[in-house]
């Protein structure tokens, strides 16, 4: 499996993919809004699209969609529910189901619902593992629920799904807010070192050639995946005096999730 993280530079920070096949050249775009530059990487590379894979239904993920169907033919996958939000679907996946391109690649659905209630990640079963996750896991963050979501399936999407794969599966995240989340991580945990020691090496960084996280290093980082930290806790309980003294995982991300839409 060959991965190629295309850069858009555009105002919302969208990170493009293709996943290709090394020995047929066939590849899978994953929500490919800057179609030019999607497009002009599939030739340059000698690929050829045949698949395009939204994550959700928000127009950052698939305005590119007719243009890349127009140049390439390419069939449209969505999750299973978002046909009457996505134009042009020609499959619906549900979690489990298997995208194959060319010979070599295989990724599975994951029905990961929180950012919207029509969302999909890619998981790829590979020698180390890789997670394409669209608006759900982000570098050092979470996505938000503002537009169709719902934080309490956000939560379960982390805490029973993404917090249980291998910690050393390399994730693919649809944006790079990797700085702004990690000041985050630290006005919410400022004793977090490894949060610290990050930092520096991603202030004014070039996102087209970011280092990719592992899973471990989220969970050394990303405050909502840190929902047990007694620093986390006790610096939320600042923010909301009535916080129990030993407040649920599901109560902490909440939380946190209300303090990161204002951050």
């Keep these: 499996m060959i991965v190629e993280r295309i850069w858009t530079g555009n105002a919302y920070r969208n990170f493009n993919y293709l996943i290709a096949c090394p020995e047929t050249g066939e590849a899978l775009a994953i929500d490919p809004l800057d179609h030019e530059k999607t497009l002009a990487t599939a030739r340059v590379k000698g690929w050829q699209i045949t698949q395009i894979l939204n994550t959700h239904e928000h127009h950052d993920h698939t305005g590119g969609n007719a243009a890349v169907i127009a140049a390439t033919g390419a069939k449209l996958i969505a999750h299973h529910r978002a046909g009457g939000r996505i134009a042009g679907v020609d499959r619906g996946v549900q979690a489990g189901d298997v995208i194959k391109v060319g010979k070599t690649v295989e990724l599975e659905c994951l029905d990961t619902p929180g950012h919207t209630m029509c969302h999909i990640c890619l998981l790829a079963h590979t020698d180390q593992p890789a997670l394409f996750s669209g608006d ?128």
Excluded: C, M
């Design 136 to 263: 759900t896991l982000f570098n050092a963050g979470a996505g938000n629920v503002h537009n169709g979501g719902d934080v309490n399936a956000l939560y379960a999407t982390f805490a029973e799904q993404l917090a249980r794969l291998p910690e050393s599966t390399r994730v693919y995240p649809g944006h790079d807010y990797i700085e702004n989340n990690l000041r985050f991580t630290l006005d919410r945990e400022p004793d977090n070192a490894a949060a610290k020691t990050l930092l520096p090496s991603v202030v004014a960084h070039d996102p087209a050639t970011s280092a990719v996280t592992t899973l471990a290093t989220e969970k050394q980082v990303n405050t909502f995946l840190r929902l047990n930290s007694p620093s986390v806790i006790a610096r939320l309980r600042d923010d909301f005096p009535d916080l129990p003294d030993a407040p649920d995982a599901r109560t902490v991300f909440s939380k946190l999730r209300e303090l990161r839409n204002k951050w």
